[in-house]
């Protein structure tokens, strides 16, 4: 049975990733998914934060947030203090980066990614993860190009997507619609070899099996395989 917008359960949301939106990052990514757009950027800076400081080692870390713009309602900017939801996203694209890099290759320099929501409709933590990886790939590549770095630190690549169990059914890639109606929803990152970086699933309405747990992680896996295959032809393809 096809889904609101027509697609069918296991079928991801049409994906565009613009390459160098922008022209100041060396890394600038547009990503679109369905209805949710999100800009990530990725900047290197020499130095670590002091707690690394003599460790010969560098440090991933991302920023992210929703643009006032981004919703029905308009949002207020994280002016003074970030939120919990805000600050739990951040460090989930953090931790996933990291996950993909040796840091150790960096020496003892910074990446800093920033994820900006421009319009969100469900998905938007696994768009910037997915989108935040091919910004840092152009940062890297910049960064070997101009001999900061010896070689590239990554390792392999990484995406997410959201699945959930809507009306009783499995689904891949959930909109807001189908987020606010699931009686479970998960967020499921993985490397390019679909090995698991983290998994964040919650029953909102009912528990669930086992069984449905393992249809959830391997629709993940087929959603996560496309995404990365997108990644890689953005990749590939020489930027505007």
Known sequence: ????DGRQPSEIRPVEITRGYTENAPGSVLIRTG??????????????????????SGWVTAEYDMLPGSTTRRRQRNRMRVDGRTQEIQRLIGRSLRAVTRLDLLGENS???DCDVLQADGGTRTAGITGAYVALCDVVRQAVRNKWIATSPLLEPVAAVSVGKVDGKMLLDLDYEEDAAAQVDMNVVMTGSGRFIEVQGTAEEATFTRTELDKL????SRGVKQLVELQEKALRRRMR
């Open 35 to 56: 209805k949710t757009i999100v800009l990530c950027t990725a900047c290197w800076q020499p130095g670590v934060p002091r707690w690394k400081e003599g460790q010969g």
């Open 111 to 113: 990446i800093l990614i």
């Open 217 to 220: 992680l391997r629709l993940a």
């Open 1 to 4: 049975m096809a889904r609101h």
